[in-house]
């Protein structure tokens, strides 16, 4: 009797271990991803831009905003090509890991900038990039409007706060 109930048990557990162990790969839904990852377009795209700062010219730079959301970022190529005029001569962006959250991807991301007080200072800063479904392919949210607040959704919250209620002037003593 009891050997049976051990076998039965035994089989239970067996079961809810595999079950679990085959619903393991299904957590993080990453079938549907492009073959090529977030990392690898963000440094790609950070070389173009890099390459552009160095030879001059447009085309490169040209060939970086073909990676660009431009249905999230809202821009067209010659606002692009104004941002990335002011960047430094030397430009170069070091990229880090991404995490993927369904179909946007967060990468982490370095660079130096001159500093006023001399030397160079290292911003860290994270680049959204968000997956084209008529392509699926990874594009960089250049403007970063899909990471955070939305535009609509900040113009609601502020909406919401209201003008704050004036307070009436002391009246002044004396007069």
């Known amino acids: 009797m009891i050997s049976k109930f051990k076998r039965e048990l035994f089989l239970h557990l067996l079961i809810v271990l595999i079950v679990a162990i085959s619903g393991c790969g299904r957590a993080g839904n990453t079938s549907n991803l492009p073959d090529e990852g977030p990392e690898t377009v963000a440094k790609r795209f950070y070389e ?40 430094p001569e030397k430009f170069v962006v070091n990229v880090g890991k991404a995490e993927i959250k369904g179909k946007q991807a967060l990468v982490a991301i370095s660079y130096k900038l001159p500093s006023s007080f001399g ?32 535009k609509d959704e900040a113009i609601a919250a502020s909406k919401s706060e209201g003008v704050p209620p004036a307070k009436p002037e002391a009246s002044q003593k004396g007069k």
């Open 119 to 150: 030397g160079e200072y290292t911003m860290q800063e994270v680049l959204p990039l968000n997956v084209d479904p008529a392509t699926n392919t990874w594009m960089v949210d250049f403007t970063g409007d899909s990471y955070g607040m939305q």
């Open 48 to 87: 173009l831009i890099s390459a552009a700062k160095m030879e001059g010219g447009t085309t490169t730079a040209s060939e970086a905003f073909k990676l660009v959301d431009t249905k999230t970022s809202n821009m067209n190529v010659n606002q692009f090509l104004e941002i990335i005029k002011r960047y």
